[in-house]
């Protein structure tokens, strides 16, 4: 059973960086035109614009009037690594059936895993092509948010795999 802390610990562990990447901006533009600097940083909540000189800079928060399919989708993924830490808890303190509260945690885990993984690739598909951009010095990309959610999916996956190997028969 102490095999299966790690498990629990995972668990914590990916519901933290599943929110922090819910939190952090998924894709950067920015670029210099004539000595001022410009950023764009386009999170799942909210858009921030920012830009100005080096000693003086200007940050606007505009709140996005839609919310995305992608912001839906990462909700649901911290919902279900929350369910997944429930079932982990449940089987480590002997709450309900230790056998459901197994199931319960691995069926959950690997569906987390699933809808962060649909949830990166939709992303992905659906972000702006800016490379043309580039000839006039703007530069874009993939948030840190974005990197931080995957690595809150592998997180989880490698928890996944550890709950089927630490497993109390």
């Known amino acids: 059973m102490a095999k299966y802390n ?4 995972g668990a914590v562990l990916a519901i933290i960086v599943f929110t ?3 939190i952090g901006p998924w894709y950067t533009i920015s670029g210099e ?6 950023s764009i940083d386009v999170g799942l ?8 000189t080096g000693a003086t800079t200007l940050i606007t928060s505009i709140d ?3 919310v995305d399919t992608i912001m839906y989708m ?8 929350g369910i997944t830490l429930i079932g982990i808890l449940g089987t480590m303190v002997g709450f309900g059936d230790r056998s459901m509260m197994q199931n319960i ?4 885990g690997f569906l987390t895993f699933i809808v962060a993984i649909i949830t990166i690739v939709y992303y992905i598909v659906n972000i702006p092509d800016t490379s043309d951009l580039t000839t006039f010095g703007i530069h874009s990309g993939l948030g840190w948010g974005f990197y931080v959610f995957l690595i809150g999916a592998i997180i989880l996956f490698v928890t996944n795999i550890w709950s089927r190997i630490a497993r109390p028969e």
Do not use: D, H, P, Q
């Not at 909540?45 to 100005?52: C, K, L, N, R, V």
């Not at 909700?75 to 279900?80: A, G, V």
């Open 74 to 81: 990462a909700i649901l993924t911290i919902i279900l690594a």
């Open 6 to 9: 790690y498990t629990a610990i």
């Open 105 to 108: 945690g691995e069926i959950c």
């Open 33 to 38: 035109f004539f000595g001022v600097k410009a």
């Open 64 to 66: 996005r009037s839609e």
């Open 45 to 52: 909540m909210e858009t921030i614009f920012s830009g100005g």
């Open 20 to 22: 922090m990447g819910f």
